[in-house]
């Protein structure tokens, strides 16, 4: 159970171990999501808080450490969602869309994908499974 919530910049390295799997400090700070260029030591302290935190763990590989995630991403994102949900947005999905599709530009491609998850949510509620 994850107690402190990640800051933004740790939100950033977690996506990062999510996506490519355990990585060394300098692939992740290579794959920041934002593209900022950080220094080394930057990117190294924040994953060193990660593993104080219980986020991520990290094994000895020749000289560097391979670092891993020891949550899944639903398992931090829902939690931060629901926060999201409820202060910001009344507790309606629909204004928290509403929000996204006029802040962001959504092409065809990913609107279809958007259309297939509202699909997926509304048969899973009618076979009656809630999460």
């Not at 300098?26 to 593993?51: C, F, I, W």
């Amino acid at each position: 159970m994850v107690h402190k919530s990640p800051s933004e910049l740790e939100l950033q390295v977690l996506a990062v171990l999510w996506e490519r799997g355990p990585s060394s400090v300098h692939a992740v700070r290579n794959a920041m999501p934002d593209g900022k260029n950080r220094a080394y030591t930057t990117v190294l302290s924040v994953m060193q808080n990660l593993e104080k935190k219980g986020l991520v763990g990290h094994e000895p590989l020749g000289q560097a450490n391979i670092y891993r995630p020891l949550v899944k991403r639903h398992q931090v994102l829902r939690p931060l969602m629901k926060g999201l949900l409820s202060n910001l947005f009344g507790g309606s999905p629909a204004q928290a869309v509403q929000c996204l599709l006029d802040s962001t530009r959504v092409d065809d491609a990913e609107l279809a994908q958007i259309r297939k998850v509202i699909a997926d949510a509304a048969q899973k509620r009618s076979q009656g499974e809630t999460r």
